[in-house]
Nanobody
Framework: VQLQASGGGLVQPGDSLRLSCAVSGFPLDDYGIGWFRQAPGKEREGVSVISIDGSIYYRDSVKGRFTISRNNAKNTLYLQMNSLKPEDTAVYYC????????????????????WGKGTQVTVSS
């Protein structure tokens, strides 16, 4: 099983980025997905998760700016990030967890089954 995240980079405040996470090894259909991030000197935090039942969680600081999505046919998850702020600077990680259709909370609370290597997002003028 491999999760390969990509799409990070150095952008200016207000810019957009789209993170992708390609999953190989098995189909995503039965897995909830999530994006997490860790800023320097801070603990890792959940950014957004989506359950197979369609329920979605966003942390308050990204609501209205970030959009999580999945394409099971491509076995890929995405995080569209708009109106980026310096405080969004972090290493972003994708992760998946076996999902039994009980909503987003079990996915968010983890533990996640598989993690990808992170991709750096830096927002700076």
């Amino acid at each position: 099983v491999q999760l390969q995240a990509s799409g990070g980079g150095l952008v200016q405040p207000g810019d957009s980025l789209r993170l992708s996470c390609a999953v190989s090894g098995f189909p995503l259909d039965d897995y909830g997905i999530g994006w997490f991030r860790q800023a320097p000197g801070k603990e890792r935090e959940g950014v957004s998760v989506i359950s197979i039942d369609g329920s979605i969680y966003y942390r308050d600081s990204v609501k209205g700016r970030f959009t999580i999505s999945r394409n099971n046919a491509k076995n890929t998850l995405y995080l569209q990030m708009n109106s980026l702020k310096p405080e969004d600077t972090a290493v972003y990680y994708c992760a998946i967890k076996r999902d039994y259709g009980m909503g987003w909370r079990p996915i968010f609370e983890g533990p996640m089954d598989y993690w990808g290597k992170g991709t750096q997002v830096t927002v700076s003028s």
